[in-house]
């Protein structure tokens, strides 16, 4: 699971790169288990960012299959 401190750097992020190519910001972002997603009302777009750590997901497909 990401941390709050992840979920906050990665909406950091995107809203930074959002802002340098003259794109909108986002109507609402959502903290999710493992993700942020950024929705976007007028376009009904959603962007979902995945933050979760590669090798977590690794290890719990390896427990599951044991």
């Not at 993700?35 to 976007?40: G, M, Y």
Request: aromatic residues 6%; contains cysteine.
């Amino acid at each position: 699971m990401a941390t709050l401190a992840q979920k906050i750097e990665a909406e950091k992020r995107m809203r930074e790169l959002l802002e340098d190519n003259g794109l909108p910001q986002p109507d609402c972002v959502e903290y999710g288990f493992t993700c942020i997603r950024f929705i976007f009302n007028e376009t009904k777009t959603v962007v979902v960012i995945d933050i979760d750590n590669p090798e977590d997901a690794d290890a719990a497909i390896d427990e599951d299959a044991a």
